[in-house]
């Protein structure tokens, strides 16, 4: 039996009009408009992309949107000043700096000047350590859609078996943290891992956040397993045309469909989710902020 797909793209839509409906209020009850404020340095094509994505969803859910587009050879010191004035800034409750930054600024330092309040990529060390201890605190993007997904389709997961492939402090330690918070039983794997293959099969979820392109096979699933494949790879697709790509996930996905019982695509899976959850998390820094009830099933 083929696995049911698990459609990021039209969740993703679900949880924006969550947003937007929540934004609505926070307008009409308290005066009170939700700020996101991205912070871009350089020229990256796929951060320009993704920055001009960000903004367009901020906008269409009713929040305001601001982007600070800064030089490639920004100092340090200027760029923790714009983070600054924003952490200031009563208007603004989400600040995010996209990431990679340029070779000479120092990620841990520019994302630990941000605000943890206003830390809605949740990559703060503070909010590491809140999420890690059970407390409330800014939930990393990918890993609150992800949670999203497994609740909606499960209802819930206390009990099963999960399995993370991948260890980045971005996906695989949070995702973990988030699925254990859960009552799930998790394992944290990697491309090290003893027996991968037999670490795989026994699990009832599997998330693949390894970053590497099909590397776990249709044989490595569990029969019925739910599999979310955080990858997004781009390979050469010479079927297609010269020069032509594709993209593709962590997990093979013809062969994974053929035993889960639910996965996710790339794309159209993971990826639109991330955006959503950034907004999600930019109402709740908002309502934190400011005292008010937090939107029900928008965070962890």
């Not at 700020?35 to 994505?53: H, K, M």
């Not at 906008?59 to 983070?83: C, P, Q, R, Y």
């Not at 630990?112 to 407390?135: C, E, M, R, W």
Request: proline share 5%; aromatic share 2%.
């Amino acid at each position: 039996m083929a696995a049911t797909v698990i459609d990021g793209k039209a969740f993703a839509a679900t949880v924006r009009d969550k947003v937007k409906t929540h934004v609505t209020r926070l307008v009409a009850d308290h005066g009170i408009t939700p700020g996101l404020a991205v912070v871009l340095v350089g020229e990256d094509p796929a951060s320009q992309v993704y920055v001009r994505s960000k903004g367009k969803m901020t906008v269409e859910v009713g929040m305001k949107s601001v982007e600070h587009k800064l030089d490639v050879n920004t100092s340090e010191a200027d760029l923790l000043a714009v983070i600054d004035q924003l952490n200031n800034d009563p208007e603004i409750h989400g600040i995010l700096c996209q990431l990679p930054l340029p070779k000479h600024l120092d990620e841990d330092l520019i994302i630990n000047s941000i605000s943890p309040a206003k830390d809605v990529d949740g990559f703060h060390i503070s909010n590491v350590g809140l999420l890690g201890t059970g407390q409330k605190s800014m939930v990393p993007c990918t890993p609150l859609g992800c949670l999203m997904m497994l609740r909606d389709h499960h209802g819930s997961i206390s009990g099963m078996d999960a399995v993370v492939v991948g260890r980045s402090n971005i996906v695989g330690k949070p995702m973990a943290q988030l699925l254990l918070n859960d009552s799930a039983t998790v394992t944290i794997a990697h491309s090290r891992t003893k027996d991968l293959a037999d670490v795989v099969r026994r699990a009832d979820i599997v998330v693949a956040a390894v970053g590497r392109p099909e590397m776990i096979p249709g044989d490595w699933i569990k029969e019925g397993a739910t599999v979310i494949d955080v990858g997004i790879n781009r390979l050469d697709a010479p079927e297609k045309g010269e020069g032509k790509t594709k993209l593709v996930g962590d997990v093979h996905y013809e062969s994974c469909a053929a035993r889960a019982g639910a996965i996710t695509p790339v794309p159209g899976g993971v990826g639109p989710m991330t955006i959503a959850c950034l907004l999600a998390n930019t109402v709740t820094a908002c309502c934190r902020a400011n005292g008010l009830e937090e939107p029900e099933g928008l965070t962890a």
